[in-house]
T-cell receptor, first 113, second 112 residues
Framework: AQSVTQPDIHITVSEGASLELRCNYS??????LFWYVQSPGQGLQLLLK??????LVQGIKGFEAEFKRSQSSFNLRKPSVHWSDAAEYFC???????????FGAGTRLTVKP | DGGITQSPKYLFRKEGQNVTLSCEQN?????MYWYRQDPGQGLRLIYY???????QKGDIAEGYSVSREKKESFPLTVTSAQKNPTAFYLC???????????FGPGTRLTVT
């Protein structure tokens, strides 16, 4: 079964600084990878997804992520963070069917003015 | 405006009472899911349903029950058998041809 590790529980960055959130997955076949964002007390919103093809994927709100098979990673990046990006971010891996999406424990992002 | 609605947003119950959380979607999605979210633990799957009148247990189904009588609706009942029911509950859905799940706004259940 697949699993996801987000090594960083909490990250603080200054507004305008670059951001990278780490995600490592474990899965035997080609994974379906996702990043979601959650504001406090809200549901999850899909930022971006990777199924196949170009390993650098663009998402909403200026985010991008790069799939690196050799490192089993799918790190999320943003070149310049805005105060509104403060939220919790979840990486998820799916098996391509409807049943089995696994989520990481999440990384909470704080943005300093 | 298509989406997933969950009601109510906040729910309070006394220990020993069953409580039902509502989830409705107008996305015409076949699959629906219930997750439980606790601080620092990510999302854990409670139940899922791929078609009407069929559903499967997830990782933490004990103390929960569901029904899927209509495509649009997937209510979750938290029974008195659930040892620690206080949590944030999220409903999600997915289309037959897609692989990403779409989430509702969640219901925070507090049991005292």
């Amino acid at each position: 079964a697949q699993s996801v590790t987000q090594p960083d529980i909490h990250i603080t960055v200054s507004e305008g600084a670059s951001l990278e959130l780490r995600c490592n997955y474990s899965y035997g076949a080609t994974p379906y990878l996702f990043w979601y964002v959650q504001s406090p007390g809200q549901g999850l919103q899909l930022l971006l997804k990777y199924f196949s093809g170009d390993t650098l994927v663009q998402g909403i709100k200026g985010f991008e992520a790069e799939f690196k098979r050799s490192q089993s990673s799918f790190n999320l990046r943003k070149p310049s963070v805005h105060w509104s990006d403060a939220a919790e971010y979840f990486c998820a891996v799916g098996a391509g069917n409807n049943n089995d999406m696994r989520f990481g424990a999440g990384t909470r992002l704080t943005v300093k003015p | 405006d298509g989406g997933i609605t969950q009601s109510p947003k906040y729910l309070f119950r006394k220990e020993g009472q069953n409580v039902t959380l509502s989830c409705e979607q107008n996305l015409n999605h076949d699959a629906m899911y219930w997750y439980r979210q606790d601080p620092g633990q990510g999302l854990r799957l409670i139940y899922y349903s791929q078609i009407v009148n069929d559903f499967q247990k997830g990782d933490i189904a004990e103390g929960y029950s569901v029904s899927r009588e209509k495509k649009e609706s997937f209510p979750l009942t938290v029974t008195s058998a659930q040892k620690n029911p206080t949590a944030f509950y999220l409903c999600a859905s997915m289309s037959r041809t897609g692989y990403e799940q779409y989430f509702g706004p969640g219901t925070r259940l507090t049991v005292t």
